[in-house]
């Protein structure tokens, strides 16, 4: 599992956009200081149960809807920023991807669970990109906020009209 971890926040060398300076942030960032995403696989009360126990599924639906209702840091709704993370495509027209999650780690909600809704941002780029790889990290720079989309590759916590997209380079 390859997970990014960029600088906390900081200004982009003088970089803005629509006039409003750009901070890249890493992850941690989104989730509140008191969350920690390794409560939801208390591992202790599935050891257990058998797979086809149903007090198994019921154990299991109910860690699917904690990740996908996690908290989100409402302090960052409506921030410019810089944030890096792979590509989970939601919409292509053709060989460009207009829509998509941001996730911290190649393939987060490829493979169940996905990460907590706080660790998910829906963007959407009008002008698409062009996505030849899934394995290579991205940057992009947006206007983020706190909206929750959900999805059957998963449930986001944040959203983000992207204005720029670039490969990353650290």
Not at 89 to 102: D, K, M, N, Y
């Amino acid at each position: 599992m390859s997970i990014l971890i960029a600088v906390c926040i900081a200004p982009v060398r003088g970089e803005t956009v629509q006039g409003e300076a750009v901070e890249t942030i890493d992850w941690d960032l989104l989730m509140p200081e008191d969350y920690s995403p390794m409560a939801v696989f208390d591992t202790s009360q599935f050891s257990s149960l058998d797979d086809y126990d149903p007090m198994a599924e019921i154990k299991l639906k109910a860690m699917m809807e904690a990740l996908s209702s996690a908290p989100v840091v409402k302090e960052m709704d409506g921030r410019m920023i810089r944030i890096p993370g792979f590509v989970v495509p939601l919409v292509e027209e053709g060989q460009s991807v207009t829509e998509f999650f941001l996730v911290p780690y190649f393939g987060a909600c490829i493979h169940v669970p996905p990460p907590p809704s706080n660790q998910i941002i829906h963007v959407t780029f009008e002008p698409g990109v062009n996505v030849e790889n899934l394995y290579d990290a991205i940057w992009v720079v947006g206007k983020l906020s706190v909206e929750t989309t959900i999805h059957q590759m998963g449930t986001s916590g944040y959203t983000m009209d992207a204005f720029k997209i670039e490969a990353y380079k650290e």
